[in-house]
């Protein structure tokens, strides 16, 4: 019976240190995997930075060589050249819109003008029929000949301010494209 008991105790021993045993094998197993996770980790946020860094310089690289590849071949003095010519055609066809307006403008002065000289010319047509003598002649033609004088010139008034507002408009049009265009360069 005495060893019986030994044997139990010796078993009871065996098992309490396989226990032990299992017990420091799991965490050493467990201290393993975290140290093999932290280590793993460190390794990504290095292959992650690595890239990163790649990927910067051969942006740069890319970027660099992009450049003077364009000023080999002149694309980007191409480019400005291109941007300017539209920035230059788009004010010629303001301008010239302008002047469009402004001529329609002065025709329609013009075309008012001579309907009114019209009308006058008919009246004054009537007027010289009642005539009885050379003297009251005179004088309707005097008339006449003046007030187609001051209509001529309160017309070409007009026109001119018409064609000075328009200038004006597209000089300062054509001014401000080019203070664009300077800005840009």
């Known amino acids: ?11 009871q021993k065996k098992e309490s240190a396989g226990e032990k045993t299992a017990e420091q ?44 590849l364009g000023r ?14 539209a920035r230059n055609v788009g004010a010629i066809m303001y301008s010239a819109s302008a002047v469009a307006k402004g001529m329609n403008g002065a025709s329609r002065e013009y075309f008012e003008f001579v309907r ?9 047509m009537n007027e010289l029929w009642r005539c009885r003598t050379p003297h009251d002649l005179a004088a309707v033609q005097t008339d006449s000949v003046r007030d187609a004088i001051r209509s001529a010139m309160e017309t070409s008034r007009r026109i001119a301010d018409m064609s000075l507002k328009v200038a004006d ?3 300062n049009h054509i001014a401000q494209s080019v203070e664009r265009m300077q800005r840009a360069s």
């Open 116 to 124: 009114q000289q019209i009308d006058r010319s008919m009246d004054r």
């Open 25 to 68: 094998t799991r965490q050493a197993g467990e201290e393993v995997a975290q140290a093999s996770t932290d280590l793993l980790q460190q390794n990504l946020e290095l292959v992650q930075n690595s890239c990163r860094v790649g990927v910067e310089v051969a942006t740069a690289m890319m970027g660099r060589s992009t450049d003077q």
């Open 1 to 11: 019976m005495a060893d019986l008991r030994q044997d139990e105790k010796s078993a």
């Open 72 to 85: 080999t071949f002149g694309l980007f003095e191409a480019q400005r050249a291109t941007e300017r010519s």
């Open 169 to 171: 408009d597209a000089g």
